[in-house]
């Protein structure tokens, strides 16, 4: 598998095969102003912003409990910042109404933590029912549409069995398959690699990537899985659980070398503490707020 | 980057979803085309046009297009010179095309596709495996019937077990060294008895008011409507109010208590009891036994009480009897033995609507279309249990002469 490709590497076609002219790599996909989350009066995350940049994988990273997965859900639609924009390619996402956000949701891959497969239908069932519901193709095609996101992420065999009849490691790739179904502009993974074994946890990254480069698709993974954040973010946020506001932006190979913060610097090394020496103001290139 | 599955901003609205839209074209301006063209090194595969989902590019690869090539060191290979937008259905036309090239012993060169379409196909296998029948088995008639009096004897000994264990159980309680947390008993008895209260009494109200209503215009035709005392008092304390209430149990609490066991089964929980060593007979059977069936006797009472009172207000706007006489004639008219007979069955209704829920519930599946059946399961059993069990009671009443 190729080491991650930055995503301007257009990939240059001798054939110049498809004529289409390509969104400029770099563009902002999502941008994500002053959002502050809570849950009643319990402040979970406040003042987070960074822009998603076309065709990247930004990492969402931080301890247990920091609001991770929170932030994701605000995201794509599960749950309301307190205050603060999500603009998808300009538009205010929570300012629209519920019907602009389904359509905007389209646009988006899920893949949850679990796989969160729906148990009453077999594998091929949970990756039809977007493409039955959401398209108007005649039911063979969406056969095959199924054989193919199955083939994708090797699960072509599982098509007729039922989530309970298969591992935990298929059901995350039959989600994968499932949150690829509609083509995604945006594909979000919340814990790609938790609960798998460090060789599937690889065949994953390995997925994600090409993916990516397949589908052109831009990836926001929540994780705090260190060897697959290095392997294939190019881009991140660290959020603290303690002050509640991230407290660096950057890759996170980037973050391990440079940055001088010591709770980042702890995750970053798998530190069992955080060490003593006090925060270096001015050392990190993409410190924000600390 | 390349875009891919359908290029350029919004791959996915437009390569499956853009058929949603009224009026949308549905054709390109290049329809998809493709043919097989003979070489010195094998043959090509010649693609031009748009290859989208939506633009009918969803074409399977024809298997005998190869027909008889067939070459050890030659290669399919894919001349996409003349290739415009492409999204999903163009890999799935390829997929279809390396299969086939595979099949015919030739390799498949695909080299000369946007490299976006290249990774994706390196993903497909060229031999899918295929795909996984779970063994389901249609057993005929005997086998069917076999099996069900087996599950249906087993069951019976199981349920059995339960109720001596919790027996047990609940004598160790007593004795203070039972598992059994008083907390979760206590919470178990306010969820059978006082939050049942309203329901029970709603139901057992009404059905003596039909009772009364019913009794009273077929009694007046004999001129012996006094007796509408005597009817709503012994069905509703010997048959009525027993049974309403247990089924009004066996829908409330049974279906709780087999959702929430077995909810507990998909999240493991049943298995950290087990490997802490604390019995699940005593730590989930036990207070739910007890509080459905310490609380279910109580219930039928106050339900027998709210029946009577029912008959008693209808009564009282249709006949001509004082609020004292309809109560003197209703004591004098059900004798104790009613109610201890609807009491004793009330014990035994509660005992098996929780015993059977409890084991629905341990026995289902751990996804959460499983715990749905199980609770369904519970109430059927439940209420198909106390009807059949009325009826035994029915007859070993009429034997004893009760």
């Known amino acids: 598998m190729a080491a991650p490709t930055p995503p301007s590497a257009g990939p240059a076609n001798p054939q110049g095969a498809p004529t289409q002219t390509t969104p400029p790599a770099g563009e902002t996909l999502i941008a994500v102003r002053d959002v502050t989350l809570a849950f009643g009066e319990k402040v979970i995350q406040r003042n987070v912003s960074f822009d998603l940049k076309r065709g990247s994988i930004f990492a969402v990273m931080g301890g247990s409990g920091c609001g991770k997965s929170t932030l994701l859900k605000s995201m794509i639609g599960l749950l309301r910042p307190t205050t603060g924009q999500i603009m998808v390619e300009g538009e205010d996402y929570w300012a629209q109404d519920e019907q602009r956000r389904t359509e905007l949701n389209h646009r988006f891959g899920v893949l949850f933590q679990s796989g969160a497969l729906w148990s009453s239908m077999t594998v091929g069932e949970n990756v039809a029912l977007p493409l039955e519901m959401f398209t108007t193709e005649p039911p063979d095609v969406i056969r095959r549409l199924v054989e193919l996101k199955l083939g994708f992420v090797g699960m072509e065999q599982a098509i007729d069995l039922y989530p309970s009849e298969i591992s935990g490691g298929m059901r995350k790739r039959a989600g994968l398959a499932r949150a690829i179904a509609l083509d995604p502009d945006i594909l979000f993974f919340d814990e790609p690699s938790a609960g798998l074994d460090p060789m599937s946890s690889a065949r994953l990254d390995d997925l994600i990537l090409t993916l990516r480069d397949g589908l052109g698709a831009t990836i926001v993974i929540v994780s705090h899985e260190l060897p697959s954040l290095f392997a294939i973010a190019d881009d991140g946020i660290f959020l603290d659980a303690v002050t509640h506001t991230p407290i660096a932006h950057g890759a996170p190979r980037t973050l391990r070398e440079t940055c001088a913060i010591p709770e980042v610097t702890a995750f970053m090394n798998r530190l069992s503490s955080i060490p003593s020496s006090g925060p270096a103001p001015g050392q990190t290139p993409g410190k924000t707020e600390g | ?402």
Not at chain 2, 75 to 98: E, T, Y
Request: proline share 6%.
């Open chain 2, 1 to 402: 980057m390349s875009p891919v599955l359908l290029p350029p901003a919004r791959p996915a609205l437009r390569a499956t979803c853009g058929a949603l839209r009224p009026g949308a074209p549905t054709m390109p301006a290049e329809a998809p085309a493709w043919s097989v063209q003979p070489g010195a090194q094998g043959p090509s595969l010649v693609l031009s046009g748009s290859w989208t989902v939506r633009g009918g590019g969803m074409t399977p690869f024809g298997a005998d297009a190869l027909g008889n090539e067939q070459g050890h060191g030659h290669a399919l290979r894919v001349d996409a010179a003349g290739l415009k937008d492409w999204d999903s259905a163009l890999i799935s036309f390829l997929w279809g095309a390396k299969q086939a090239a595979a099949h015919a012993g030739l390799d498949f060169d695909g080299t000369a596709l946007p490299a976006p379409a290249q990774r994706l196909l390196a993903l497909l296998p060229p031999n899918p495996a295929q795909s996984a029948h779970p063994e389901r088995h249609h057993p005929n008639i005997l086998e069917r019937t076999g099996e069900a009096t087996l599950v249906g004897l087993e069951e019976t000994g199981i349920l059995s077990e339960m109720a001596l264990q919790s027996t047990r159980g609940a004598l160790l309680a007593l004795r203070g060294r039972g598992f059994m947390r008083p907390k979760d008993l206590l919470s178990d008895i306010w969820n059978a008895g006082p939050s049942a209260l309203l329901i029970v009494g709603v139901v057992n109200f009404l059905l003596g008011a039909i009772l009364a209503f019913v009794g009273l215009i077929e009694l007046r035709r004999f001129a012996a409507e006094i007796y509408v005392t005597n009817l709503v008092g012994i069905a509703c304390a010997r048959e009525i109010s027993a049974i309403m209430t247990a089924i009004i149990m066996a829908g409330r609490t049974g279906g709780a208590y087999a959702a929430r066991i077995s909810t507990m089964l998909g999240n493991e929980e049943l298995d950290a009891l087990q490997v802490f060593g604390i019995p699940i007979s005593s730590y989930i059977l036990l207070p739910s036994v007890v509080s459905l069936s310490l609380m279910m006797p109580l219930l039928y009472l106050y339900g027998t009480l709210i029946g009577i009172i029912g008959g008693f207000v209808v009564a009282m706007t249709m006949m001509d009897v004082s609020p004292i006489g309809y109560w003197i004639s209703t004591f004098d008219g059900v004798e104790l033995k009613e109610f201890v007979f609807g009491f004793i069955k009330s014990f035994f209704f509660a005992s098996f609507i929780a015993l059977a829920a409890c084991r629905v519930g341990l026995k289902a599946g751990r996804s959460a279309a499983d715990v749905g059946i199980a609770a369904t399961r519970a109430v059927v059993i439940g209420i198909v249990g106390i009807i059949a069990m009325d009826a035994v009671f029915a007859v070993l009443a009429n034997a004893l002469g009760i």
